[in-house]
């Protein structure tokens, strides 16, 4: 696997856009994307009407259960 993301369908605001990976984890929402990062850095992209795809810290602690 190489981490590179590939979206598809409509994308008014950018949803379907992904950054440059390499990514090991993606979670979408109806008009936003997130994507976990090799580096455990968290990136979000497309419509951030409700702050979905503001800016978190840097690295994420992943809890698994």
Same mark, same amino acid.
């Given at each position: 696997?190489?981490? =590179?993301? =590939?979206?598809?369908?409509?994308?008014?605001?950018?949803?379907?856009?992904?950054?440059?990976?390499?990514?090991?984890?993606?979670?979408?929402?109806?008009?936003?994307?997130?994507?976990?990062?090799?580096?455990?850095?968290?990136?979000?992209?497309?419509?951030?009407?409700?702050?979905? =795809?503001n800016?978190?810290?840097?690295?994420?602690?992943?809890?698994?259960?």
């Amino acid at each position: 696997p190489t981490g =590179t993301v =590939t979206c598809w369908g409509g994308s008014p605001d950018g949803q379907a856009d992904p950054p440059p990976g390499p990514f090991i984890a993606i979670t979408a929402g109806y008009d936003h994307t997130c994507g976990l990062l090799a580096d455990q850095a968290l990136q979000c992209w497309g419509n951030n009407q409700a702050g979905q =795809t503001n800016q978190f810290p840097k690295q994420v602690r992943l809890v698994y259960g």
